[in-house]
């Protein structure tokens, strides 16, 4: 506390206060002690003098100056004072301190002046006689209206001095004293009332510092008193307060990084105040570098600062589109920018919301690249049945041979309609269902062997030789053992149609790692480069001639991806031109599948 400045303020003022008030005490206790003392010794002046007023009338008409001297000599000693007796004319007659004959004439005093035009007289000078200060008081005598003289009386100055500084040592004393305790109480008074302040001060600053623990001592009963108590209910009130909006905050960050959508905020000058981890993937920036960075520093896309400077300028919603071109593929962002109120509804920024809408895009390319190949793969067996139906109704004529072709041509084209119906059936049910269908535990081995064994005639007939190669241990997986099968048979059929005749065709089971993996192999076309990524997509073919003649409906590769990856696997394919191709299935076996 001794170190406050605010304690020794007060206390420098109240000490000022204490000794100013003495001092002007003192000095006018002094002044007026000093004026009593005067006007008490120039009474007993003027009471000595008039006691001996009848003596000197007496005197006078002696005129017996000597027998004077010797009596006024006297009474001087006695009384200790001194006493001059002066006639009407200003000769002296008689002096209780010197020879009256060599003294001047005092016709000119000032006293005597005074003493008869008002009846008495007093005066304060040096006296050339004695060489010191006097206090002179002169009375007329008269006689029966007749000025005889005058009688003075004096005292030295010197003795009334002594007299003052005593009584001013006194008072000096006195102020001293009281302005001493004075100022201990003063100390004690301002310690009183600094020290709750001091303590005020210190939880103020803990407050500001985020500590709202601490709180003040309360045992005061005046306002001081209250206000701690108030003091301390507004540090339980910032505290709570503090905690709501530390909890908000914890949310509405948690929030904001959850978000998939890209957020960044800036202040009216443009500087970024907040990013979260998705707008800063999407920019390719930091997002704790970045904060109080002007917005066109963090980016290089120029869209995104000008819809937020847009926005600040406006004062009004704004959305626009964002392409941003990476090694892949285009990535399409979509923005939407509204400006920030504070309570007053002032704007102090612009916050922007980055919506990736990439996989939204091309999702709905491929939805109307599905539409339009389906479209065209359902037109084109419609459309050659309806044909062969109205030329079998239009024509009553038609030879039986010709009636029978055109019947076998409505069963392969209603054969191969079912093909792509059922195919589109099973890829909704896939992409449908994910992975609740009923799993149970197989063999693998089950699986190859019984998808082989259905496509052994058909490799017979086609003079294309299928081989099996099987490891000697089983391959347990958990999963949908019908799909797989369709698995292995669509790899199968597609080996056996793209295969020339004398060709060959493996089907091979084996374990890698924690996976059980399906091998399709065959000697078949071959795949181009630019045409493997392609190939699972669906009604993708990439010979689409031989691919209807050979009814195939482009559906099957797809269908095998997803089996794959409903049963937690995935599909590779390594192919050259005219030297055939390598389908591997990958799926978990029963210790790791899930």
Request: net charge negative; aromatic share 4%; glycine share 6%.
């Amino acid at each position: 506390m001794l170190r406050s400045g605010f304690f020794w303020k007060l206390y420098a003022g109240y000490s000022a206060l204490i000794l100013i008030s003495c001092a002007i005490v003192g000095i006018m206790i002094s002044q007026r002690v000093g004026n009593d003392v005067l006007a008490e010794i120039r009474q007993s002046l003027k009471a000595q003098a008039i006691l001996l007023e009848e003596a000197t009338i007496q005197g006078f008409a002696q005129a017996d100056d000597a027998a004077w001297q010797v009596r006024i000599r006297a009474l001087g000693a006695k009384i200790d004072a001194r006493f001059t007796i002066i006639r009407a004319d200003g000769v002296v007659i008689a002096d209780s301190n010197e020879n009256p004959a060599e003294m001047d004439n005092h016709a000119d005093r000032s006293e005597l002046h005074e003493a008869q035009a008002k009846g008495l007289g007093t005066a304060i000078r040096f006296s050339n006689t004695l060489r010191m200060n006097m206090m002179y008081l002169a009375l007329p005598v008269q006689n029966e209206g007749r000025l005889l003289g005058y009688i003075r009386t004096a005292l030295p100055l010197s003795a009334i001095d002594q007299r003052l500084n005593h009584i001013r040592s006194a008072v000096v004393l006195g102020a001293g004293l009281s302005a001493l305790l004075a100022l201990l109480l003063g100390l004690l008074v301002t310690r009183h009332f600094v020290q709750p302040l001091a303590s005020m001060t210190t939880v103020a600053e803990s407050m500001s510092c985020g500590d709202y623990d601490k709180r003040l001592p309360v045992s005061r009963k005046d306002e001081i008193g209250e206000l701690a108590r108030a003091f301390n209910r507004m540090a339980e009130s910032c505290r709570e307060r503090t905690d709501t909006i530390v909890a908000d905050r914890n949310k509405l960050s948690a929030i904001l990084s959850g978000m998939t959508e890209g957020v960044v905020a800036v202040n009216q000058d443009e500087r970024v105040v907040h990013l979260n981890q998705a707008a800063a993937a999407l920019l390719g920036a930091t997002p704790k570098e970045c904060l109080n960075e002007p917005i066109w520093q963090v980016t290089r896309m120029r869209e995104v600062s000008e819809i937020l400077g847009d926005t600040l300028r406006d004062k009004t919603d704004a959305q626009r589109s964002l392409r941003i071109a990476t090694s892949s593929s285009d990535r399409l962002i979509e923005m939407h920018a509204s400006p920030l109120h504070d309570g007053q509804g002032k704007v102090v920024g612009a916050v922007a919301v980055l919506h990736d809408v990439s996989e939204l895009h091309r999702l709905e390319t491929v939805r109307r690249e599905f539409v339009a190949n389906a479209s065209h793969e359902l037109k084109t067996p419609i459309t050659a049945i309806r044909g062969l139906v109205e030329t079998l109704i239009d024509d009553k004529e038609l030879e039986p041979e010709q009636r029978d072709r055109f019947l076998e041509k409505i069963k392969d084209q209603s054969l191969r309609l079912s093909s792509i119906v059922t195919d589109l059936l099973t890829l909704s049910r896939l992409e449908s269902d994910g992975n609740q269908s009923a799993k149970a535990t197989f063999d693998l081995r089950d699986v190859v062997i019984a998808s082989v064994k259905d496509f052994m005639l058909i490799s017979e007939e086609r003079g294309i030789a299928l081989e099996t190669q099987l490891p000697d241990v089983p391959l347990e997986t958990m999963g949908d053992e019908e799909a797989l099968c369709q698995v292995v048979s669509n790899l199968l059929d597609n080996a056996l149609k793209y295969t020339p005749e004398n060709g060959r065709v493996w089907a091979r089971l084996e374990r890698r790692d924690d996976y059980g993996v399906i091998e399709v192999q065959d000697t078949g076309i071959g795949i181009e480069p630019k045409d493997r990524n392609r190939i699972f997509e669906r009604f993708y073919r990439v010979d689409k001639a031989r691919s209807r003649e050979l009814g195939g409906t482009g559906l099957g590769l797809s269908i095998v991806k997803h089996i794959a990856l409903s049963h937690g696997g995935h599909v590779t394919v390594d192919s050259d031109p005219g030297m055939g191709s390598v389908f591997r299935v990958f799926i978990p076996l029963a210790s790791t599948s899930k």
